[in-house]
């Protein structure tokens, strides 16, 4: 069964989310596989499964995981608070596909403590 797995391959919306998480200055193996096939969940279920929305919400991401100084140095000062200023609009909103992205970056433990301490951040 494994042989069927590994001849099929990756599908391609991992292939895409995978290449979006690069694209965003996270290496896709950082990202365990939960978290991405749950990524690509959200991203169906908001009919956003294409390339603009693995990129929006690997951006996301990346600044959960790098922080905003590492996110900036990565991605430049505009995209940090451009992602600083998504977080607390998902922090706000309560229920957005972005709040739902933090949610799952949160209960994977994938949130630098810098970030969850400035947005006041918890896991309810």
Do not use: N, W, Y
Request: glycine letters at 8%.
């Amino acid at each position: 069964m494994f042989r069927l797995f590994a001849q099929l391959g990756r599908s391609r919306e991992l292939r895409l989310l995978d290449a979006e998480l690069q694209a965003a200055g996270l290496s896709a193996a950082l990202v365990p596989e939960a978290v991405k096939l749950t990524m690509v969940r959200l991203l169906k279920a908001e009919g956003r499964m294409d390339a603009a929305g693995c990129a929006a919400l690997s951006d996301l991401l990346a600044f959960c995981l790098l922080g905003p100084e590492g996110h900036a140095d990565a991605m430049g000062v505009e995209a940090a608070e451009a992602a600083a200023a998504r977080l607390e609009a998902a922090a706000a909103a309560g229920d957005s596909l972005d709040a739902r992205m933090v949610l799952l970056a949160l209960h994977a433990g994938l949130v630098r403590q810098e970030v969850i301490d400035t947005f006041g951040l918890e896991v309810a």
